[in-house]
């Protein structure tokens, strides 16, 4: 039974993803609550999952736009594999796209939280095929460690026992080998996005990522594209407001 006062998240249905590169992928799909034209893909940030409080809540509030599809990232969650921090992750996100396709959905949009983000860039960039991406609290660029936050994300990925730690803490499973080569950085891949409608959205209190990130990844796109600067708000899912989820999903229903 729901607690009292409490909405219910909507059911979802769990689906099982395979990438080109041959790793699993665990899934939801979460059916729409209202016209079935229009399917969401939910990438969340390093170390979450599709069954963290906020990943489902910010579900539910999309289902509201169109049915959703959330996903674990390689090495998050129940996902096989190691994480690659960004780089690979684009194939786990297109093997997300390609399902949202495959049940029927005829626009696709792409909405992502931070490394999400990031990827999100990356795959509209480099491989294409959706109608519409939100890039929420993403970094610009690789390497940043200009805030306490990202020294201990760099701590966690570059030492053993940061490795260890991760795997244990959160169940995220980080690869030991440094990129090589080093994958493009996200504003490089906003540049390549148009045509498909570019949506930034970046909060002015983010203790990860300063606001110039999301100036950069804006400034080197082409149009379509729009930059948010949400006043007060933090860093990804955890942050994210309801009405601000609503936004967005009124963005993206207009817009893909």
């Given at each position: 039974m729901p607690q009292p006062g409490r909405t219910p998240f909507a059911p979802s249905f769990p689906v099982m993803l395979n990438t080109g590169d041959g790793v699993r992928?665990?899934?939801?799909?979460?059916?729409?609550?209202?016209?079935?034209?229009?399917?969401?893909?939910?990438?969340?940030?390093?170390?979450?999952?599709?069954?963290?409080?906020?990943?489902?809540?910010?579900?539910?509030?999309?289902?509201?736009?169109?049915?959703?599809?959330?996903?674990?990232?390689?090495?998050?969650?129940?996902?096989?594999?190691?994480?690659?921090?960004?780089?690979?992750?684009?194939?786990?996100?297109?093997?997300?796209?390609r399902h949202a396709r495959s049940v029927g959905y005829p626009r696709v949009a792409v909405v992502g939280f931070s490394m999400g983000g990031a990827v999100a860039l990356r795959h509209a960039g480099l491989l294409g095929g959706v109608d519409a991406v939100a890039a929420v609290s993403a970094p610009a660029r690789w390497y940043y460690r200009g805030t306490r936050p990202m020294r201990r994300v760099h701590w966690a990925i570059e030492r053993p026992v940061g490795r260890l730690a991760a795997r244990l803490a959160k169940r995220t499973r980080i690869g030991k080998d440094a990129w090589d080569p080093v994958p493009m950085a996200p504003?490089?891949?906003?540049?390549?996005?148009?045509?498909?409608?570019?949506?930034?959205?970046?909060?002015?209190?983010?203790?990860?990522?300063?606001?110039?990130?999301?100036?950069?990844?804006?400034?080197?796109?082409?149009?379509?594209?729009e930059l948010w600067v949400e006043p007060g708000y933090g860093h990804a899912e955890s942050a994210a407001t309801p009405e601000l989820i609503r936004r967005i999903g009124r963005w993206i229903r207009s817009h893909a």
């Open positions: 992928i665990d899934a939801a799909h979460t059916p729409p609550r209202g016209a079935a034209d229009l399917g969401i893909v939910l990438a969340h940030g390093f170390t979450g999952s599709l069954r963290e409080r906020p990943t489902r809540r910010i579900t539910h509030v999309l289902g509201g736009f169109g049915g959703v599809v959330s996903f674990d990232f390689r090495g998050h969650g129940r996902s096989g594999g190691e994480s690659t921090v960004g780089d690979l992750e684009i194939l786990d996100l297109d093997a997300a796209v504003y490089e891949a906003a540049a390549r996005i148009s045509p498909t409608p570019l949506l930034v959205v970046h909060g002015d209190a983010d203790t990860f990522f300063p606001l110039d990130h999301a100036y950069q990844i804006h400034g080197a796109a082409a149009e379509p594209k």
